[in-house]
């Protein structure tokens, strides 16, 4: 295995593991914050006690994402240095943004809430987790945009460098305007956070679920399961929407990935949707493919079903991107995401009828179903970046010509091997915090110690 190899293989480790937090504190922070506030507004401890209980889980995850998002940007500048030097002056600006602005913000609001109770009054505290519960979401604003310009390069210009031997080249930017309005990173933004709303939502009901499967604090688990509940069928909706809206811009910006994404071959008009497909890459071509609606994947990607959709063939084979990696995850994140979007709809209907406890098939169901979300946000992420390449940058850099010039294989390998250690140990560590806080319940008096201890000791 070569340096470029083993990179991404790490990179792809390190990204992927990290982005196993991110989405639960998306979505958790907001829904602690919405328990916070209907406190305040109605007096009722249970709300806080709720608060107190899924914002203990929350720290716990936050902590843990914190920790495994620092060496990624490391490794911008190590394994991926001719990157960093190639497109540095445009990809650095949003992310020094996030760290300036939004991170600064998360960081000290979490700490007004964590140490603030009873130290505050109700309305400044829950202000506290709301101005946490925007910061990261406004953290991943500034990060997908990054990642948005990446797959949709605008605002850049090539500059030729003079006098240095070892750079001839790079990307500058020329309007900072069209990066921070890309429409692919707006888009991919929505997407990305709105799944990162299902997953808390999933994770909620599942450990409800288990809680009322044991007839634990029945109240304070039915008001969480419906909330969330809630907030997993209304994030459901929109990430089908976004996800929709998502594909017609492939269309517009990454044809490629598209054909790769339908393992559509040869260019058509009138394009249909196959619902059973096995692409073979090796052959080019399909080595099954029945059951196909005329004309839908055309209307789909361009709202018009008679357009045409390049095919593969029409691309040449160093820039196709694998295609049986992207075609398969796309189609089971969208198997997973219509499933989860039926599960929140009985999750819903159950607990407004009031008959969750009537029902604990359907309790039993959602502790294991705390996965789905997680599965499909990794898929998701394997179509974006896997169909996105050979590119690092699309049209514009190569992955192959981003990787470092002064890293060699040992270095990568021990250090690939040191981080799969380390984040596995972390990954341990986590789902051992999660599961034995989580299994502890919520504290039971009304005026419980004050935080740290309140909230379990884990900060």
């Known amino acids: 295995m070569d340096v470029l190899t083993l990179s991404r293989l790490q990179f792809a480790v390190t990204s992927m593991f990290h982005f196993i937090f991110v989405p639960l504190t998306l979505g958790l922070s907001v829904l602690v914050a919405w328990m916070e506030w209907r406190y305040v507004k109605t007096g009722d401890e249970t709300w806080l006690r709720m608060a107190r209980f899924w914002g203990r889980l929350f720290l716990i995850n936050f902590a843990l994402g914190i920790v495994t998002g620092i060496t990624m940007e490391f490794q911008f500048g190590m394994n991926w240095a001719e990157y960093s030097k190639y497109v540095g002056d445009i990809f650095g600006a949003p992310l020094a943004i996030e760290a300036t602005l939004a991170f600064f913000l998360e960081s000290v609001f979490i700490g007004v809430w964590i140490f603030g109770w009873n130290r505050v009054s109700k309305k400044m505290h829950a202000f506290a987790i709301t101005l946490v519960a925007f910061a990261t979401n406004l953290s991943a604003l500034w990060i997908l945009l990054a990642n948005g310009w990446m797959q949709n390069p605008v605002g850049a210009r090539i500059a030729n460098i003079t006098g240095n031997p070892l750079i001839t080249q790079r990307a500058e930017m ?15 933004f929505f997407h990305t956070v709105l799944s990162g709303y299902l997953v808390a939502a999933f994770f909620v009901t599942g450990v ?10 029945t109240e304070l688990f039915r008001r969480s399961f419906k909330g969330a509940a809630v907030f997993g069928l209304v994030s459901g909706l929109l990430v089908m929407m976004t996800g929709d809206f998502h594909g017609v811009e ?11 994404m339908e393992a559509i071959w040869d260019t058509q008009k009138g394009a249909p949707l196959s619902v059973f497909v096995m692409p073979d890459s090796a052959n080019e071509g399909n080595a099954l493919e029945f059951v196909t609606i005329p004309k839908l994947g055309s209307l789909l990607a361009y709202r018009d079903p008679d357009a045409e959709i390049k095919g593969l063939k029409d691309f040449p084979r160093e820039l196709r991107p694998p295609v049986e990696p992207t075609f398969y995850s796309f189609r089971l994140m969208v198997g997973m995401g219509m499933l989860m979007f039926l599960l929140s709809m009985v999750g819903v209907y159950l607990s407004f009828r009031g008959r969750l406890d009537a029902a604990p098939w359907f309790l039993k169901l959602m502790i294991p179903a705390i996965g789905l979300p997680y599965i499909a946000g990794q898929l998701g992420w394997i179509v974006a970046e896997v169909g996105r390449q ?15 010039r002064s890293v060699d294989v040992t270095q990568v390998l021990v250090s690939l091997i040191a981080f799969t250690l380390l ?37």
């Open 208 to 217: 409800a679920a288990w809680h009322l499967l044991r007839k634990n604090e």
């Open 174 to 188: 020329a309007d900072f305007m069209a990066v921070l309005t890309n429409s692919y990173g707006w888009i991919k």
């Open 390 to 404: 050979p590119w690092i940058v699309y049209g514009m850099l190569k992955t192959s010509d981003a990787v470092s």
């Open 250 to 260: 492939i269309a517009k910006v990454q044809p490629a990935k598209l054909a790769a």
């Open 423 to 459: 984040y596995g140990s972390l990954g341990v560590v986590d789902v051992y915090l999660l599961a034995k806080y989580a299994r502890k319940g919520p504290e039971k008096a009304a005026g419980e110690a004050d935080a740290p201890e309140a909230l379990g000791g884990v900060v």
